[in-house]
């Protein structure tokens, strides 16, 4: 399990405090299963919040770098490609061998066997 970040305690501790003070003047508590009942609910909101803040570096490689927005825009075009009938097209890798190297290259074996 990785380790909770600065942000994770620092947003989980911030709702634990904010709740603890909202849900004790809203509902106006003084006896100990009041208080004992308010805190476990704002310690358990606390965890679901720091829980659920993404963890830097622990994205996709698809959606590496990319905004929702970006990602949104790059579904649509794609969809659009496919309602036209277009394929995707990949450019062919260029060979940085000289045209007489590449003549004189086997094709079935590997490069380093010459």
Known sequence: MPRPTAAQFAYGSATVVATTLALLLLFRTESGVGVAAVGATALALGLLV??????????????AGRTATDQASAARTHHALEGIGARERVPAARSSARPSDRSSARTDEHSLRR
């Open 50 to 63: 720091a829980l659920r803040l993404p963890h830097p570096g622990h994205r996709t490689a698809e959606g």
